[in-house]
């Protein structure tokens, strides 16, 4: 993990980064999930397909 030291290195890298392309757009790494929640309502809203994989629950059984 790169640690900056000061924030003019700090603002440059994320230029750099959002420079990069996305690879595979609207996909999820195969290292994580994803859970959407509403800040509001404290509720989820959205998870991605691979769920079960890392919390052992289905889309489908997601509370909401």
Do not use: W, Y
């Not at 790169?2 to 290292?31: N, W, Y």
């Amino acid at each position: 993990m790169t640690v900056f030291k000061d924030s003019t290195a700090l603002e440059e890298a994320l230029k750099r980064c959002e420079m990069e392309p996305i690879h595979t757009p609207g996909l999820i790494q195969p290292c994580g999930a994803l859970l959407v929640i509403d800040g509001a309502s404290q509720l989820v809203v959205q998870v991605s397909e691979n769920l079960a994989e890392f919390l052992g629950l289905t889309p489908g059984s997601a509370p909401r």
